[in-house]
Structures are given as structure tokens and as C-alpha cells.
């Protein structure tokens, strides 16, 4: 399984990203491990979704990242 996840960091933005192992991701990130996140301690977690295919997932991810990709995310997800 491959996993797209969104987090809340604590200056209210979002941060999307993509892992096989989630608990172990969210781990990192609150860690401080991550350089995009880490100034911005803590994360929560918002949303995540199962894919059975890894470029099914990056596809997603990168969705996301786009301007309908943020509508759908605001109007669906958050």
C-alpha cells in the first residue's frame, strides 16, 4: 500500500506528501526530521488515502499540489 496524506502545520498551512508507511512518516514529522516541516512543529493530521499502486499515489499527490487540486482539497478533504 502506498499512502497520500495531508498535515495542518502549526502556522495553519498544509502539507501534502506520499509514504508506504504512514505511523512511521507522521512519527518523523513531528520529530523534526522532515526539513519541510520541521520549522513548523507540530503537524496534526488531517487526511490520508490508500493506493494499491505507487504512481497511482505520486498522481494523486501532485493533483493536489494544483490549483483544482486545492479547490477539491478545501471543498472534500479539509
Known amino acids: 500500500m502506498y499512502y497520500v496524506y495531508i498535515l495542518k ?5 498544509v502539507y501534502i506528501g506520499s509514504t ?3 505511523n512511521t512518516r507522521l512519527k518523523e514529522h ?3 526530521k522532515c526539513i519541510s516541516t520541521r520549522s513548523h512543529l507540530p503537524v496534526k493530521f488531517i ?3 490508500c493506493f494499491g499502486d505507487k504512481i497511482k499515489a ?3 499527490e501532485k493533483y493536489l499540489k494544483t490549483g483544482s487540486g486545492t479547490a477539491f482539497r478545501h471543498k472534500r478533504l479539509e
Not at 502545520?9 to 498551512?13: I, R
Open 58 to 60: 505520486l498522481r494523486f
Open 30 to 32: 513531528n520529530r523534526g
Open 47 to 49: 487526511w490520508y488515502c
Open 20 to 22: 508506504p508507511y504512514i
Open 9 to 13: 502545520l502549526s502556522n495553519n498551512t
